[in-house]
């Protein structure tokens, strides 16, 4: 069965760290770009960032750029997100999804609190 | 940004009725090799998103056929044939051509 899941989440304070990591299973990884997509607590979808099959194009939404940092490693099928400087508005569910997003594991909870 | 307006943000749909969805982008949607990058994605109460629809009107594996894409350039919309219990959710479209990639607001479906 194709799986990903995210693990890596917490409670951090502002100003802090947190690197999440997504397993990929049953699932060409090293095929597909990859992403992470957030989802903030009671409110919609956001594309944070993207890398391409070989992790040598990166792309990040403007709120995250500078402070998020999204690589990954073809060899354990993973993908990683990298958050520092971290904001209460950065609270949110992280999913990591493949191109097109057809694919979604049950996400990762970050909380940014004082 | 490419801008994603769905409408209406929540309907209220009788059991066995029909229901459709609007989905509005800002800026055309259309590859260069002609396909057209916009998905549909169902939330249900609690759980992750499941794609439902790619590419405007292909339907995912294991998608009911009660349910169906269409729309060009864009203008997208998402139709429910007979809305069943189980469809209760909140559903998303997404752009994908342009970056960021951008949702749109949702739509809240309820059972009246």
């Known amino acids: 069965e194709v799986q990903l899941v995210e693990s890596g989440g917490g409670l951090v304070q502002p100003g802090g760290s947190l690197k999440l990591s997504c397993a990929a299973s049953?699932?060409?990884?090293?095929?597909?770009?990859m992403a992470w997509v957030r989802q903030a607590p009671g409110k919609g979808l956001e594309w944070v960032a993207n890398t391409n099959e070989h992790g040598s194009e990166k792309y990040y939404v403007d709120s995250v750029r500078g402070r998020f940092t999204i690589s990954r490693d073809n060899a354990k099928n993973s993908l990683y997100l990298q958050m520092d400087s971290l904001r209460t508005e950065d609270t949110a569910v992280y999913y990591c999804?493949?191109?097109?997003?057809?694919?979604w594991g049950q996400g990762t909870t970050v909380t940014v609190s004082s | 940004d490419a801008l994603m307006t769905q409408s209406p943000l929540s309907l209220s749909v009788t059991l066995g009725q029909p229901a459709s969805i609007s989905c509005r982008s800002s800026?055309?949607?259309?590859?260069?090799?002609?396909?057209?990058?916009l998905n549909w994605f169902q939330q249900r109460p609690g759980q992750s998103p499941r794609r439902l629809i790619y590419?405007?009107?292909n339907r995912d594996s294991g998608v009911p056929d009660r349910f169906s894409g269409s729309g060009s350039g864009t203008d997208f919309t998402l139709k429910i044939s007979r809305v069943e219990a189980e469809d209760v959710a909140v559903y998303y479209c997404m752009q994908y051509r342009h970056w960021p990639h951008t949702f749109g607001q949702g739509t809240k479906l309820e059972i009246k």
């Open positions: 590419r405007v009107s």
């Open positions: 999804v493949p191109g097109g997003a057809g694919i």
């Open positions: 049953a699932f060409s990884f090293s095929s597909h770009w």
């Open positions: 800026q055309g949607l259309v590859q260069s090799d002609g396909n057209t990058d």
